[in-house]
């Protein structure tokens, strides 16, 4: 069980726009800053979205990160073939004293 | 732009030592900003933290509540890198191990090291 909850399956039809959402508490989301990863099979997870909303170089703009509260949302607008891939949120707990990771979210381009 | 570069074998046998080194470019292992995580994944546990050492005027430690009987991460200054040590292995530590940059606005991963536990 994640200490964090996304949901485990998401999908949308090229050009649309996808919501992924992320759940924590007070402990991490509430006061830390959410990361967003993509992961592609056998590879990685690659940092989409620092800082809850910062886009290293070179990451594309139609990934935004939000947050409100305790939890975190990933947009991605504009979907295409190649966003197909896993999504996960990740944040510091100060009660757990570490990093947390949510379970994942399967996003599928229909 | 930081790189993190994995080694370390691939085969454990259960009761033996997991060892991982972590070496780091374009960044110092002992910089005052920045901080060395080991992380795993597996799919029966997902993604795992499992420690971190990072320096702020001394060296601090801090490892995840599932292995901290089990585990030791060291900085190496002499060769700009940090390690893993994870005692007792059991089948259940099989999993990509990953070492990473991580801080809330800082996000660098190595390539991912399948470490597999069996006889």
């Known amino acids: 069980q994640s200490v964090l909850t996304q949901p485990p399956s998401a999908s949308g039809t090229p050009g649309q726009r996808v919501t992924i959402s992320c759940s924590g508490s007070?402990?991490?989301?509430?006061?830390?800053?959410v990361h967003w990863y993509q992961q592609l099979p056998g590879t990685a997870p690659k940092v989409l979205i620092c800082?809850?909303?910062q886009r290293p170089s070179g990451v594309p703009d139609r990934f935004s990160g939000s947050k409100s509260g305790t939890s975190a949302s990933l947009a991605i607008s504009g979907l295409q073939s190649e966003d197909e891939a896993d999504y996960y949120c990740a944040v510091w707990d100060d009660s757990l004293k570490g990093w947390v990771f949510g379970g994942g979210t399967k996003l599928t381009v229909l | 732009q930081v790189q993190l570069q994995q080694s370390g074998p691939g085969l454990v046998k259960p009761s033996q030592t997991l060892s991982l080194t972590c070496a780091i470019s374009g960044d110092s292992v002992s910089s005052n900003s920045a901080a060395w995580n080991w992380i795993r994944q597996s799919p029966s546990r997902g993604l795992e933290w499992l420690g971190r050492?990072?320096?702020?005027?001394?060296?601090?430690?801090e490892y995840g509540v599932s292995v901290k009987s089990r585990i030791s991460i060291k900085p190496d200054t002499s060769k700009n890198q940090f390690s893993l040590q994870l005692n007792s292995v059991t089948p259940e530590d099989t999993a990509v191990y990953y070492c990473?940059?991580?801080?809330?606005?800082?996000?660098?991963w190595g390539q991912g090291t399948l470490v597999t536990v069996s006889s």
């Open positions: 007070s402990s991490n989301i509430g006061r830390n800053a």
């Open positions: 990473a940059s991580l801080t809330g606005d800082i996000s660098y």
């Open positions: 050492t990072y320096y702020r005027s001394k060296w601090f430690n």
């Open positions: 800082s809850n909303n």
